[in-house]
């Protein structure tokens, strides 16, 4: 049974940062591609990072040169660094790992930027 458990939310001014991690337990964590997604206030949610089993990564346009994921297969862990933080950002972040062709998901960890 998939567990993931997400940590490091909270509220940051603009221009701050924030450290999101996720714990998986559950199967081979380095056979996995991991992801983060957002889903902000009244909309949908998004994908923002993923990083597949090898270390290869891909962003949304929206965080691109400002958030980065990264992966230690040694502890289970996928993080996401938030920089430059936009109003724009705040949404509850999920991770997920890829079951193909679904995703197994954390219960969220809430991000507000607000002054």
């Known amino acids: 049974q998939v567990q993931l458990v997400e940590s490091g939310g909270g509220l940051v001014q603009p221009g701050g940062s924030l450290r999101l991690s996720c714990v998986v337990s559950g199967g081979i964590f380095s056979n996995y591609a991991l992801a983060w997604h957002r889903q902000p206030p009244g909309m949908q949610r998004e994908l923002v990072a993923a990083?597949?089993?090898?270390?290869?990564?891909n962003y949304a346009d929206s965080v691109t040169g400002r958030f980065t994921i990264s992966r230690d297969n040694a502890k289970n862990t996928v993080y996401l660094q938030m920089n430059n933080l936009k109003p724009e950002d705040t949404a509850v972040y999920y991770c997920a790992r890829r079951e193909y062709p679904n995703w197994d998901w954390g219960q969220g960890t809430r991000v507000t930027v607000s002054s």
């Open positions: 990083i597949t089993s090898g270390g290869n990564t």
